[in-house]
Nanobody
């Protein structure tokens, strides 16, 4: 079974930067849209940013201009560069991918286990 493996979370001061990475743990046939979501304590999971296989991006208004999503299709990896971080960005960040395995007849949603991002002085 393929899993999405995230890395790069941690503790950072307000105004600082972090870079998250995410890639499948095994081989895949095709990966369509990839993205990042986050969930803060007591709140619902929300979209942060997505990127299609062709590179079209979409951002939540709260992060536009501060966060940049990108992907390396050769490495099947999606990144989230987070700059000018604010305390309200504190959350568990989840990687998401619409991907298809070789033996599957269609793609489906996969989620990572989540990585904690804490913005605090």
């Amino acid at each position: 079974q393929v899993q999405l493996v995230e890395s790069g979370g941690g503790l950072v001061q307000p105004g600082g930067s972090l870079r998250l990475s995410c890639a499948p743990s095994g081989s895949t046939y095709r990966i369509n849209t990839m993205g990042w979501y986050r969930q803060a304590p007591g709140k619902q999971r929300e979209l942060v940013a997505t990127i299609t296989s062709g590179g079209t991006t979409n951002y939540a208004d709260s992060v536009r201009g501060r966060f940049t999503i990108s992907r390396d299709n050769a490495k099947n990896t999606v990144y989230l560069q987070m700059n000018s971080l604010k305390p309200e960005d504190t959350a568990v960040y989840y990687c998401n991918a619409d991907l298809q395995l070789y033996w599957a007849t269609r793609p489906r949603d996969y989620w990572g286990q989540g990585t904690q991002v804490t913005v605090s002085s």
